[in-house]
């Protein structure tokens, strides 16, 4: 069973923008995810990815297999990447930012 959530005045703030429960980023309601049946949370898209992502690395955990073993070499190679801040670089950073939002 579904209903359609009520915005309050605690919920919407200038201009009707909405929070995102994560980090506090305020914007529009419909670039924000809900979650569930939980009408109050908000998160952005940045914090929905990261989300996510989050969910894979757990549900990898217990598992085996070609697929789990490649995603966790990614993670790791962009912890890697990350640590040595090539993501910063002004050469390839955007190139690594762009091929990050498609990988595990």
């Given at each position: 069973m579904?209903?359609?959530p009520i915005s309050t005045a605690?919920?919407?703030?200038?201009?009707?923008?909405?929070q995102c429960w994560c980090c506090d980023i305020?914007?529009?309601p419909e670039r924000?995810?809900?979650l569930?049946?939980?009408?109050e949370?908000?998160?952005c898209l940045r914090c929905a990815h990261f989300v996510h992502q989050r969910a894979w690395e757990v549900e990898d955990e217990g598992t085996r297999g070609a697929g789990a073993f490649a995603r966790g070499r990614l993670r790791?190679?962009?912890a890697e990447v990350m640590r040595r801040g090539w993501h910063q670089s002004r050469l390839i950073g955007g190139g690594l930012r762009w091929l990050g939002k498609y990988l595990p």
């Amino acid at each position: 069973m579904s209903a359609e959530p009520i915005s309050t005045a605690v919920d919407t703030h200038d201009e009707g923008n909405v929070q995102c429960w994560c980090c506090d980023i305020s914007d529009a309601p419909e670039r924000m995810v809900q979650l569930g049946n939980h009408p109050e949370v908000h998160l952005c898209l940045r914090c929905a990815h990261f989300v996510h992502q989050r969910a894979w690395e757990v549900e990898d955990e217990g598992t085996r297999g070609a697929g789990a073993f490649a995603r966790g070499r990614l993670r790791n190679l962009r912890a890697e990447v990350m640590r040595r801040g090539w993501h910063q670089s002004r050469l390839i950073g955007g190139g690594l930012r762009w091929l990050g939002k498609y990988l595990p």
